[in-house]
C-alpha cells in the first residue's frame, strides 16, 4: 500500500515568509510526529498527535511553528516568517499506534534565503 | 519518561570486522525498543525492533541487537561490516503506551574502511 507521502519535496523561500508542509499518512495510523533534520544532526521532535488527543507540541521551537491534523489524517507544519535557521529537511512519520514503529516520509527540504 | 543514550557519535570499523553500535535506555514502562538507519540522502529506514518478545532480535542486513533489561541495553552489532553499512544509526525507544511519544537518540555515524 502507499507509504507516507510528503509535499512539496523542495522547497526554496525567502526570509519573513510564510510556508506550509503537508503530510498525509498511510490511512489507519492514529500517530503522526514531526521532525526536522538539519544538515549532519539528528532528528529534533517537533509535535506528536495521537488520535483525537490534545498534541504534544512540546518540540516546536518557537510560536512561529504551528500544526494541525484534520480529521485525524492528513497533517500541515506551517511555519511563519521563516528565518535561516529554519532551513532543515522536514520529516513526518507515521505509526499505527503512539508506540509502534514508525513510517517516514521522504521530507521535505525547506531553504531559506 | 523515558530516554536514550548513544553512547558513541562516530564509530569506524574496517570492512569484515564487527560492528557494535551502542544504545542505553530509561523507561518507566516495559519499553518497546527500535533501531532505524539512514544513509547519505536517503529517509529514514527501520532495521530491527523488539516488542517484549525474544530479547535476541535480528533485522534487516545481516544486523542483530539484544536486549538486555539488567543493563537497560539494546546495542546494535553485525558480524562483519561491509560498505553498505556506512550510515547514521538511531537507537529509539518507546514508552508502551499512547501516552509516551517515542524518543530518537542522538545517532551513531558508521564509517567503514576498506
Known amino acids: 500500500g502507499a507509504g507516507v507521502s510528503q509535499s512539496p519535496s523542495n522547497k526554496v523561500t525567502e526570509k519573513g515568509k510564510d510556508v506550509e508542509l503537508r503530510c498525509d499518512p498511510i490511512?489507519?495510523?492514529?500517530?503522526l510526529y514531526w521532525y526536522r533534520q538539519s544538515l549532519g544532526q539528528g532528528l529534533e521532535f517537533l509535535i506528536y498527535f495521537q488520535g483525537n488527543s490534545a498534541p504534544d507540541k512540546s518540540g516546536l521551537p518557537s510560536d512561529r511553528f504551528s500544526a494541525e491534523r484534520t480529521g485525524g489524517s492528513v497533517s500541515t507544519l506551517t511555519i511563519q516568517r521563516t528565518q535561516q535557521e529554519d532551513s532543515a529537511v522536514y520529516l513526518c512519520a507515521s505509526s499505527r499506534n503512539g508506540w509502534n514503529e514508525q513510517f517516514f516520509g521522504p521530507g521535505t527540504r525547506l531553504t531559506v534565503l | 519518561a523515558q530516554s536514550v543514550t548513544q553512547l558513541d557519535s562516530h564509530v569506524s570499523v574496517s570492512e569484515g570486522t564487527p560492528v557494535l553500535l551502542r544504545c542505553n535506555y530509561s523507561?518507566?514502562?516495559?519499553?518497546?525498543l527500535f533501531w532505524y538507519v539512514q544513509h547519505p540522502n536517503k529517509g529514514l529506514q527501520l532495521l530491527l525492533k523488539?516488542?517484549?518478545?525474544?530479547?535476541l532480535v535480528k533485522g534487516i542486513n545481516g544486523f542483530e541487537a539484544e536486549f538486555k533489561k539488567s543493563e537497560t541495553s539494546f546495542h546494535l552489532t553485525k558480524p562483519s561490516a561491509h560498505m553498505s553499512d556506512a550510515a547514521e544509526y538511531f537507537c529509539?525507544?518507546?514508552?508502551?503506551?499512547?501516552?509516551?511519544?517515542?524518543?530518537f537518540g542522538p545517532g551513531t555515524s558508521l564509517s567503514v574502511i576498506p
Open positions: 523488539y516488542t517484549s518478545a525474544a530479547t
Open positions: 529509539v525507544v518507546s514508552g508502551g503506551t499512547s501516552y509516551d511519544k517515542v524518543i
Open positions: 523507561s518507566s514502562y516495559s519499553p518497546s
Open positions: 490511512s489507519g495510523h492514529t500517530a
